[in-house]
């Protein structure tokens, strides 16, 4: 008899621990680019490379936005640009939790925090895949 995997139930078992992180002062140019060298959606922007305190989140819909108002990339801070103070979660929040705080806030994205420190990120679409289960 084959035991079925657990079925995720934690943050921890979906997000992605590799997290591209940026600091506020960087061009949102280098967002741009980091987003494109990582596939990534979205980069936590912390307030120094040692702490990496979670102080903001920047998505590629804000480097769209952006662009369409015909902003310079090359002049732009990404503290200009990134939503400060994003919510954020524990690897032991429940996948059910995040999909309500992402709901309820209407974002894609929540940065993973253990001891005020960013570990992780996890996506809409990770939480969404988890829920819905193998069959989906």
């Known amino acids: 008899m084959t035991q079925t995997p657990a079925q995720p139930s934690t943050v921890a078992d979906v997000m992605h621990p590799a997290v591209t992180t ?3 002062t960087a ?7 980091l987003m494109k060298k990582e596939g990534a959606t979205a980069i936590v922007v912390i307030d120094d490379p040692r702490s ?11 480097v769209v936005r952006a662009v369409a ?5 090359n002049d732009v ?14 690897e032991d929040t429940t996948l059910r939790d995040a999909a309500k705080s992402m709901v309820n806030g209407g974002f894609r994205h929540l940065p ?15 939480v969404s895949r988890a829920l819905l289960g193998p069959s989906a």
Request: with cysteine; hydrophobic share 45%.
């Open 27 to 33: 061009h949102l140019a280098a967002a741009a680019y």
């Open 69 to 73: 108002d015909g902003q310079d990339v």
């Open 77 to 90: 801070r990404i503290r200009d640009l990134m939503t400060a103070s994003p919510i954020v979660c524990q």
């Open 52 to 62: 990496r305190h979670p102080i903001g989140i920047i998505t590629e819909a804000d």
């Open 22 to 24: 940026v600091e506020q």
């Open 112 to 126: 993973v925090v253990e001891q005020d420190s960013v570990v992780g990120i996890v996506e809409i679409g990770d």
